[in-house]
């Protein structure tokens, strides 16, 4: 069960793209953590996650989990963002085939399932090769 749209819409690192800086360290975390593993420092300030980066790996998915059948194949990645943030998402607008280690990439809100029959449709984030 997802939930109401109330709750999915108050996910910050989802909707918003943010993640937590520790002001002790000036580590960042995506998803916020509450506990810095860099400095044990426990005071956070929020930081917007640039929209771009590159692939650093990924993987083709062939056989989906419920839910996604309809998608497959699809790749998923593990993306540089340009501050050394590394997201992990699906890699979308691209044949599995097209997609390189390096390829720049840009986030962007999408899609990402629909709740059953009640219709619920869930975003998040997904990224899109750039021009290379």
Known sequence: MIGSPRYWREI????????AECTKCGKIFFP????????????FKKVT????????TFTVIRVAPSGFGDEAP??????KLTNG??????????APGEI??????????????????????????KFVRTAR
Do not use: H, M, N
């Open 32 to 43: 916020p953590r509450l506990v810095c593993s860099g400095c044990r420092g426990g005071e």
């Open 100 to 125: 390189a280690i390096g390829d720049p990439v840009r986030l962007e809100f999408r899609r990402v399932r629909q709740d059953g029959e009640s219709g619920v449709i869930c975003y998040g984030y």
């Open 49 to 56: 996650l640039p929209l771009d980066g590159t692939i650093e």
């Open 74 to 79: 699809y790749a998923v990645g593990i993306v």
């Open 12 to 19: 910050p690192q989802r909707y918003r793209y943010e993640a």
């Open 85 to 94: 943030v590394k997201v992990t998402a699906q890699i979308v607008d691209c």
